[in-house]
């Protein structure tokens, strides 16, 4: 019996909708946004997908922040005063700013980590509202005349400054955590965003430390009857201080920046790495002068 052949033209009837060439089951991919701790390079500076409410009310209140710092320099330069000393419209302006850059800068860095998030949301959302406490508390000392920290004239004074020392407490175990599950899971993110996201939490420990460190130093002053000199003994850590809270926005910003170069990824890594080592020798300096300087 001979054996048929196929007639010629014959095509082989498509794999059947929702299957592959294999059989196995297929479909569109899964739209909406990924979720946290998902293996997706850069998902807040790359994905181009909607933030979700948590990271919103972070980057509102954060501008909301930033906004309340440059009113104040407005009041500076109409009402005048002292820019330094304990008193002064220099602080609701540089608190004001430092605070809603660094909520914002948080927000986003916080992206590239691998954690879950419910964990990352309410972190952020604690740490939102934290940080309108703090700018509330030192604005409102301002416009009072009195100072915000190490105030203990008055009951009420006394309130202000412990819950903006407990407001510092809560600022200090969340940006840890953050900063353990850096360290802990490699973050996602283009060529040097990892070492980028890394070395500015780091630095930003270093930072907590510093402000910390002229907390106790003022309060051990001010229970021993010297008031002025607690207020004094802040000087020399404020620029370890300044310096070292925003490398976190700093180093992941370069890292992001050099990603939209035509630079290859071992240049755009050498790079990063050399802004941190310049970034350490800053916060080295002023770490130096400061105990030089106390």
């Known amino acids: ?10 095509t082989t009837p498509p794999p059947s909708a929702g299957r592959d060439r294999t059989g196995a089951p297929s479909g569109p991919a ?11 390079v850069g998902r807040a500076a790359l994905r181009r997908l909607p933030l979700r409410p948590a990271e919103r009310l972070c980057h509102g209140t954060g501008l909301v922040l930033i906004l309340s710092g440059l009113l104040h320099l407005g009041v500076f330069a109409v ?24 909520l914002i800068a948080v927000t986003w860095v916080t992206s590239y980590l691998r954690v879950g998030e419910r964990l990352r949301a309410a972190l952020l959302v604690v740490f ?9 508390g030192i604005t409102l000392q301002a416009w009072r005349g009195v100072p915000s920290h190490l105030d203990t004239e008055t009951p009420f004074d ?24 850096s ?13 980028a996201v890394r070395a500015g939490f780091a630095i930003l420990l270093v930072g907590l430390a ?18 002025q000199a607690a207020y004094a003994s802040t000087a020399p850590l404020k620029p370890l201080h300044g310096v070292s809270l925003h490398a976190v926005l700093v180093l992941p ?16 890594e050498r790079m990063v790495t050399g802004a941190v080592a310049a970034y350490a020798v800053a916060v080295l300096g002023a770490g130096g002068w400061a105990v030089l300087a106390l």
């Not at 006394?158 to 969340?174: D, E, I, N, P, Y």
Request: with cysteine; aromatic share 6%.
């Open 1 to 10: 019996m001979t054996r048929r052949t196929p007639r010629t033209g014959s």
């Open 30 to 40: 899964p739209s909406g946004p990924a979720p946290y701790g998902s293996a997706q």
């Open 79 to 102: 009402d005048g005063g002292p820019w330094d000393g304990p008193v002064s419209w220099r602080k609701p302006v540089t608190f004001g700013l430092s605070f809603g850059l660094t």
């Open 128 to 136: 939102a509202a934290d940080c309108v406490v703090e700018v509330a």
């Open 158 to 181: 006394t309130a202000v400054s412990m819950t903006l020392a407990l407001g510092g407490a809560v600022l200090v175990v969340v940006l840890t955590l953050f900063a353990v599950v």
């Open 183 to 195: 360290f802990r899971h490699r973050p996602a993110g283009p060529a040097g965003m990892a070492r």
């Open 210 to 227: 510093s402000g910390a460190a002229m907390i106790a130093r003022g309060v051990v002053l001010s229970r021993a009857g010297h008031q």
């Open 253 to 268: 910003a370069l890292a992001l920046l050099l990603s939209r170069t035509s630079w290859n990824e071992r240049d755009r």
